[in-house]
């Protein structure tokens, strides 16, 4: 049975719209596509494969930068992002329009720990983070503790356990929002973008929350493997 351009894998239909987003379904060669969808599943990452492929890809998501709040900053530059997006290849950035590096509302600044946001169908959000170090009242989770940790964050509590101060040495906090955040919610686009669906959530919160974690951690692996540049 012929496959049409629908039924090719993601990393091929997303590689082959970014490249050129106005063409006709039927423009180009099908076996090669086939080939190209064939060695994408052999190798078993889409980063690899697709980060080397050619032509380059010269359509993105437009990343926009919002100027923080007193107290705050956006620990990860336009340039960083773009990276994450160039390394993880077309798979991350297929039906996605646009990254913003947002201020954080009101609301949102009384929700601890708040990384990201993904607004379906074509939007994430990158939330301004506080200046560290974090002074939080109480002591931070065992979970949590062993999250920013393993990050790189400094977790350091006073003698009665009242208060936790956390900090992030370096680059610490970019790649923290970066890997535990972008990622994240890369992976909430891809289900959504995957099924077709618009804002419509098309599976369980857990479901959800599961799959994207799992892209994130994934795809983590490989970049801190693959490239010390990103």
Same mark, same amino acid.
């Given at each position: 049975?012929?496959?049409?351009?629908?039924?090719?894998?993601?990393?091929?239909?997303?590689?082959?719209?970014?490249?050129?987003?106005?063409?006709?379904?039927?423009?180009?060669?099908?076996?090669?596509?086939?080939?190209?969808?064939?060695?994408?599943?052999?190798? +078993?990452?889409?980063?690899?494969?697709?980060? *080397? /492929?050619?032509?380059?890809?010269?359509? #993105? $998501?437009?990343? @926009?930068?919002?100027?923080?709040?007193?107290?705050?900053?956006?620990?990860?530059?336009?340039?960083?992002?773009?990276?994450?997006?160039?390394?993880?290849?077309?798979?991350?950035?297929?039906?996605?329009?646009?990254?913003?590096?947002?201020?954080?509302?009101?609301?949102?600044?009384?929700?601890?720990?708040?990384?990201?946001?993904?607004?379906?169908?074509?939007?994430?959000?990158?939330?301004?983070?506080?200046?560290?170090?974090?002074?939080?009242?109480?002591?931070?989770?065992?979970?949590?503790?062993?999250?920013?940790?393993?990050? +790189?964050?400094?977790?350091?509590?006073?003698? *009665? /356990?009242?208060?936790?101060?956390?900090? #992030? $040495?370096?680059? @610490?906090?970019?790649?923290?929002?970066?890997?535990?955040?972008?990622?994240?919610?890369?992976?909430?686009?891809?289900?959504?973008?995957?099924?077709?669906?618009?804002?419509?959530?098309?599976?369980?919160?857990?479901?959800?929350?599961?799959?994207?974690?799992?892209?994130?951690?994934?795809?983590?692996?490989?970049?801190?493997?693959?490239?010390?540049?990103?």
């Amino acid at each position: 049975m012929s496959r049409s351009k629908h039924t090719d894998p993601r990393a091929v239909r997303a590689k082959r719209r970014l490249i050129s987003p106005r063409a006709h379904r039927s423009e180009g060669d099908l076996s090669q596509r086939h080939q190209i969808g064939r060695t994408l599943k052999e190798a +078993g990452s889409l980063s690899t494969v697709e980060r *080397d /492929a050619q032509p380059q890809v010269t359509k #993105w $998501p437009q990343i @926009t930068v919002r100027r923080p709040n007193a107290g705050y900053f956006h620990p990860a530059s336009r340039n960083r992002v773009q990276s994450i997006l160039e390394t993880v290849g077309p798979s991350a950035a297929y039906g996605l329009k646009s990254i913003e590096l947002a201020r954080l509302t009101e609301t949102d600044q009384s929700k601890s720990g708040l990384l990201a946001r993904y607004l379906a169908p074509d939007r994430i959000i990158l939330f301004e983070q506080q200046l560290p170090p974090w002074h939080l009242v109480g002591k931070l989770a065992s979970a949590d503790t062993e999250l920013v940790e393993k990050s +790189g964050a400094q977790v350091i509590w006073s003698n *009665d /356990a009242s208060a936790s101060t956390v900090d #992030w $040495p370096g680059n @610490t906090l970019g790649d923290f929002l970066l890997f535990e955040g972008l990622l994240h919610e890369i992976g909430h686009h891809i289900l959504q973008h995957e099924a077709r669906a618009d804002s419509r959530r098309i599976a369980r919160t857990k479901d959800h929350e599961t799959f994207a974690a799992l892209f994130a951690a994934r795809t983590r692996r490989e970049l801190q493997t693959g490239s010390s540049s990103v």
